[in-house]
């Protein structure tokens, strides 16, 4: 299998899916095909007609979109990152999993994923809405740890975990402080050895997006990040 994958440091959506892949110990070739660049317009149209990445390439198959490449791997390999066991965990973490592949779109725009950089920002410089986003994010948590151990969300590592994974990148990228219970998240995360790899591989990425960077936490992103 190929993974289509953009810039590590700055695309959410490779970063879940490429961990997606490496957690479930399925072997993948990884494309790299940097955002906004002449070699992304000229290629993407040959992987996806969606035009985003990640995109996932069995022969001749060609799946987007993060949710659809999670199920179809799940549907074949039984090793693969899945759903907690129990029913109603399961619905639990279906749930929270949407909300954040359908939402949080403020705090995409304000907290774009940047790896390599550390910009801490004050809350207060944030908008109302990006606040409450990151109060209900640290609820979600709160939530996972209150009803199953962790230090995963429902205990194991599950989708849930890789769904949430890059926010809880975007807050050391941010130092945007998180209470003490649920910060145990943030802490399994960034000391993952996946997650430690694929950290190394954005910073050695020469590319960047100056929008960004200069930019950063503030909205207005020409490219939809995730
Ligand atoms: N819903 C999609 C979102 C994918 C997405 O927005 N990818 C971004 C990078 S993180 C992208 O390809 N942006 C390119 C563009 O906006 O032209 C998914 O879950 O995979």
């Not at 410089?125 to 948590?141: E, H, Y």
């Amino acid at each position: 299998m190929k993974l289509v994958i953009g810039n590590r440091n700055y695309s959410s959506w490779s970063l879940r899916a490429w961990l997606y892949l490496t957690e479930s110990k399925l072997p993948f070739e990884e494309i790299y095909l940097p955002l906004d660049t002449p070699e992304w317009a000229a290629e993407i149209d040959k992987y996806s007609p969606a035009r985003r990445v990640p995109v996932l390439i069995d022969d001749d198959l060609s799946v987007w979109d993060t949710a659809a490449i999670f199920e179809y791997l799940l549907e074949e390999y039984p090793q693969a990152v899945g759903w907690p066991h129990n029913r109603r965990a399961r619905a639990h973490a279906r749930s929270i999993s949407a909300e954040m592949h359908s939402g949080f779109i403020a705090l995409r725009d304000e907290l774009p994923q940047n790896l390599r950089q550390r910009h801490p920002l004050p809350l207060a410089s944030l908008s109302p809405t990006c606040q409450a986003q990151i109060r209900r994010i640290q609820a979600i948590w709160r939530d996972c740890y209150q009803r199953y151990a962790g230090p995963w969300l429902f205990g194991e590592f599950s989708v849930a975990d890789v769904m949430y994974t890059p926010v809880a990148l975007r807050f050391l990228t941010y130092s945007i402080p998180l209470d003490n219970d649920v910060k145990i998240f943030q802490d399994a995360v960034r000391h993952l050895p996946s997650v430690k790899r694929f950290l190394a591989a954005a910073r050695a990425e020469k590319e960047s997006l100056p929008f960004i960077d200069a930019l950063i936490g503030q909205a207005d992103n020409p490219l939809t990040l995730g």
